[in-house]
C-alpha cells in the first residue's frame, strides 16, 4: 500500500487527550490548519456505562484479559485513549495549579488560570450534593485537625444529577468537562481530526521537524503528515514513545504516576448509610506539604467496587466487600511520587516505589484509620487495599514527567528537535500529588499564544 502524504499544516497535533484537544481548538480558532492525530476513535458511544470502558473504545484495555495494562512489575496504569482521552474516564475532582515548580523554571501559569477554569467548567460542590455521610465525614475530619473541604469539580452541577455513579464511564448528562467537546468545537472550526491512527516518530529534516510518520491503526495505511510544527500531546506514555522512537535519548527515562490507594471501614448500624449512595469525591484535602491528597471515594457501583477487589481480597474479600457495601465509607490517595520509573521501547511502564513513596502511603492510611474510628469505624475491621508489594494492587493514574521541563523540553516545551514541542503531561516538572487536569489546561493555554508567536 503507498504511503499516503497530507501536508500543508500549520500544526501537526499528536495525540488527543485533553491538551491535544484544547490546542487544536485554540489554534484552529486562530486560524492556523490544524490536524489532530489519534490512535483511538472519536465517539462518544457507551457513555455512561461500563460498557464504553472494557470494550477498549475509550479506556486501553489490558493483556490477557486484564482490565487495565499493568507495569512490568504487576501493577495497574489506567489510560484514556480515543478523543478525549483521559478525561472520558477522569472523576473529574480538580486540582488547582501549584505554581511554584512552573516559576522555578521560568513558566508563570497564573494569567491562564481563569481561561483555563472556564473552558474545563470548575465548579466547586454545592453544599445540596453533599449527602449526610459525607457532611458527617466533613465534620468529623475537620474537628480532628484534617481540613476536608468541598471539592472542586470539572461538573456543570446544574447538568449533574446527586448520586450518580457514572462519571468515571464518561458522563451521559454531559456534566462532566471532556476534552472531546474541545475537539468537536476544533473540528467545527475546520482541524481535521485523524482518528485511529498512530503516530510512530518524526520526521525530521535538517535537525527540524517537519512532520510524522504514522499508520493507521485498523486499515495499517502508512502516513507521511508534514507541518510547520509538531506538539506531542500523547500523554505520558505516547509522547515519551514517540520521542524515543525520534532519536530523543533522555525520553522516557523517568516517570510519576501518583499512585491511588486507599482505605475503607464499616458504619456501626444505626442512622448513617455509605456515602456510595451519595454524590462521589464531594470533598476532599489536599496536604502539599507533604504532596498528599485525600478524598471521599468516588460512588461506585456496588458490583464494580466488590470487583475492584478481587484481585486482592479474592473471592472471599468480593463477598465480604459486597455484604458491607450499604455501611462503607471510604477514604482514597494519591501521592506525590519521587518519579522512578521509565517508558520502554515497546511502550510498557516500568515503575517502583522509593522508601519515601512508602512512607507517604504509610502516613496516608494511618490518617485515613484515624478518620474511619472517629466517624465510628471499628479499627479491626477497617481495610486498606491496594499496595505495592501485591500485584495488581496499586493504580497509576496519572503517568507523566517522562518528557519534563528542564530535561526533554525547554522552558518554550521544544525538544531538542526544532519546532518539535510536548505538551501534556508527560512535560510536567514532577508529580503534581493532586489530580492534574486543571494545570494541563492552564499549561495548554500558556502554550498556545507562545505557539502561535512561532508560527507568526
Ligand atoms: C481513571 C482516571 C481518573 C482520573 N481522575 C482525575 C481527576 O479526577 N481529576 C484530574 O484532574 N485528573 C484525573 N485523571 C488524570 C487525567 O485524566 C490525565 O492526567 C489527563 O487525561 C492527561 O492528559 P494528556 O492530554 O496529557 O494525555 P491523555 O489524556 O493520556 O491523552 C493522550 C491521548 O493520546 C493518544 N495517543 C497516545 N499515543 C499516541 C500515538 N502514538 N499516536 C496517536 N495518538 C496517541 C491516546 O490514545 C490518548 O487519547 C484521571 C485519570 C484516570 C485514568
Redesign the pocket.
Known sequence: MATKKLSGYDAVI???????CVLAKDLAIAGKKVIL????GNTLKGLGSMVGMVSGKHM?SGRFLNLFPSTIEGQNV??????????Y???????MPLFAPFDEIGINLRPHLEEAKKESWVNQTPDSFIGPTTRRMLEVSNSIGIPFEPAYR?IKFDHCKYSCKEA?FGCRRHAKWM?YYAAQEAAEHGAELQIY????SLIVEKGEAVGVY?RGVRDKQNYEIRGKTVIC???????A??LMHSGIRTAGLRLFGDPTFGTWGVLPKGSMKSHFYEHG?SISYMDDENGLLFSTMISFPRIFWAGYQLAEGGISGFFDVYKNYPLTISIFNKIHDEGVGRITWDERVSKTTTPKDREKMNYCRYVNSKILIAMGCNPTEIRHIAFDHKKGGLTY??P?GTCPIGVVVDSNLETEIKNCFVC???SLPGAPSR????T?VTLTKWFVPRLLERLG
Open positions: 499528536v495525540g488527543g487527550g485533553p491538551c491535544g492525530i489519534e490512535k483511538g486501553e489506567v489510560l484514556g485513549t480515543g478523543i478525549g482521552g483521559g478525561s474516564l477522569y472523576a473529574g475532582i480538580v486540582g470539572h468515571m476534552g491512527t498512530k503516530v510512530h504514522a500531546t500523547s500523554g505520558g506514555i505516547g509522547s514513545a514517540v469525591t493514574g496519572h507523566g501534556d503531561i508527560s489530580p492534574p487536569m486543571l494541563l
